[in-house]
């Protein structure tokens, strides 16, 4: 196995994700984009995306790593809409687009159609939240779109399957299509049900780090591959699970939360930038075979589909916001008044992204019978040119919409201040906790000591309101920003004895390695209390 085409996939696409970051341009389009531009030049491999790769191996994590970063608690608060978005706007997007496809493109069977429809109905998790937190969304507006991203894959894949059993000849009906849907998002939740406790026992009763890290990479492919045994969602196996992991990620070891935080952000930023790469990269691959739709009627058929995609959405957001309010009392008393702003950026922030992709490259070539699948090649590149679109059109307006419309972003001075006080009272909580463990004799400490730990609390307890405060007048700095420096300062300027005193054979490389580690651990400790 040649594996030189995966490693210069992984290292281009992370290094055009690490320049994106110093760009106005959000990470996802610019890789899109290089794929799309490397994808021609010469001596590039080939890089047909494999949908038994993405599906079972790709998604999983990247699910996980969303769901375990998301709050359980926030998205209980937006169920409601949340539902209507990942179900109810999949269906619709569904039989919308199936049913316009089926009028537009001659030749095309229904069934085919609705293929289509399913396989572009769900919007990307990677991209609408990345693009969401770049433009500083109002968290409620965040909550809904991650939400959304999280559930609707299930909804999409299962919609596709049911369309695919019709259009492939297995005799499908209405009664089947919606037991298998029952089945797979009943069945999906309920396998994340039975998992979480056992699995999150497990995290808490293992005390070896390196085993618990192993067990969270583990995670999310045991929950995928269980339910889908099942003929379940395997999707919302993993969602259940990583959000009943993430609500009690408190109850798990520091030293484990601290590498899992490190491990989990290093595999979501390959996957993401992969991924990514990937749909720029499936240019060649999706132009192949397209015969007599080449041309001019593959891009009319295109800019059709797309439109449905993007119209069809605001033709459901717009009702799913309002209709609600206007029929329940309770509704309007329960959740806060939404915006005509706010539910167009919901409307406009539907960016497709590799789930579609994979979904549509898992269409089997025949159908029963040995016949070749009506139109599978337009129907690829359909998806190809839709995923492209929302990304290109709708990520890169965006940010720009968002200001446009002056939707207000994130109070960071209110969150600021919440968060001083919650600081405040744990501070206080501990340090009647401190007292009364010192006022025990078996406790006995140094008075020196004992006023280190008062000072470790008194410094947490000011951090948080001295963000609040004026900068120096003379560096521009706020105080976190020079107790970070100087701190690092001061731990650089150890580190640097330490390895002067191993290269001049004081202490050997083991001692050095003990002794680094605490310094790390020690600039960690100072990072975090001034962020």
């Known amino acids: 196995m040649d594996v030189m085409p995966l490693l210069l996939l992984v290292a281009g696409s992370a290094a055009v ?4 970051r110093r760009s106005p341009v959000p990470a996802p389009l610019l890789l899109v984009a290089a794929g799309l531009a490397v994808s021609y030049v010469p001596g590039v491999p080939d890089y047909t995306l494999d949908p038994h790769i993405v599906l079972p191996l790709v998604l999983p994590p990247l699910l996980h790593s969303a769901a375990t970063d998301s709050s359980y608690l926030d998205l209980r608060a937006q169920m409601r809409p949340v539902m ?11 039989f919308a687009v199936g049913w316009v496809a089926y009028l537009v493109i001659p030749g095309l069977p229904l069934t085919a159609a609705l ?5 572009v109905a769900p919007p990307d998790a990677v991209a609408a939240t990345a693009v969401a937190r770049r433009v500083g969304l109002p968290s409620r507006i965040t909550t809904i779109l991650q939400g959304e991203s999280l559930v609707n894959d299930a909804t999409a894949i299962t919609a596709y399957r049911v369309a695919l059993a019709a259009a492939v000849g297995e005799g499908a009906t209405w009664a089947g299509g919606i037991w298998e849907f029952l089945l797979a998002a009943f069945g999906g939740i309920g396998m994340g049900l039975v998992l979480m406790v056992p699995i999150h026992w497990l995290r808490t009763h293992v005390k070896e780090v390196l085993l618990q890290n192993t067990l969270s990479l583990l995670i999310p492919f045991v929950a995928y591959a269980a339910a889908e045994q099942v003929h379940a969602s395997g999707v919302l196996a993993v969602v259940v699970v990583a959000l009943y992991l993430g609500h009690r990620a408190w109850e798990v070891d520091f030293a484990t939360r601290l590498q899992e935080e490190a491990v989990w952000r290093m595999v979501a ?7 990514f790469a990937l749909i720029g990269l499936q240019l060649p691959v999706v132009l192949k075979g397209l015969g007599e739709y080449e041309g001019t009627r593959a891009a009319w058929y295109a800019i059709a589909v797309f439109l449905v995609v993007v119209v069809s959405r605001f033709v459901w957001v717009y009702p799913a916001t309002f209709l609600p309010r206007m029929m ?14 706010g539910a167009f950026i919901i409307a406009w922030a539907g ?12 269409i089997p070539l025949t159908v029963h019978g040995g016949g070749d699948f009506p139109e599978r090649n337009l129907i690829l590149f359909l998806t190809f040119t839709t995923v492209i679109g929302t990304l290109v059109v709708q990520g890169v307006t965006l940010p720009s919409l968002v200001r446009v419309l002056k939707v207000p972003g994130r109070d960071s001075q209110a969150e600021t201040l919440a968060e001083a006080n919650a600081q405040a009272q744990a501070s206080r909580a501990a340090e009647q906790r401190l ?10 400490l140094p008075e020196s000591l004992a006023d280190r730990l008062r000072a470790v609390l008194e410094r947490r307890r000011n951090s948080v309101w001295e963000r609040l405060g004026q900068a120096n007048p003379v560096t521009g700095e706020s105080v ?18 330490f390895v002067r005193l191993r290269d001049g054979r004081y202490i050997d490389d083991e001692m050095l390695r003990t002794l680094l580690r605490r310094l790390d651990l020690e600039e960690a400790a100072a990072y975090r209390e001034a962020e």
């Open 17 to 20: 994700a690490a320049a994106a």
């Open 84 to 94: 209507l978005l990942s179900v109810g706007y999949v269906l619709f997007a569904t």
């Open 115 to 119: 293929v289509l429809g399913a396989v």
């Open 269 to 275: 930023f390959v996957l993401e930038s992969a991924v």
């Open 328 to 341: 329940s009392a309770r509704i309007r008393e329960r959740e806060k008044n939404p915006t005509w702003r």
């Open 351 to 362: 960016m497709r992204g590799v789930v579609s992709l994979a979904i549509a490259f898992s």
């Open 435 to 444: 007292e009364e463990l010192l006022s025990d004799e078996r406790n006995a």
């Open 480 to 497: 976190d920003d020079t107790y970070r420096r100087l701190s690092r300062e001061a731990i650089g300027t150890e580190r640097a004895v």
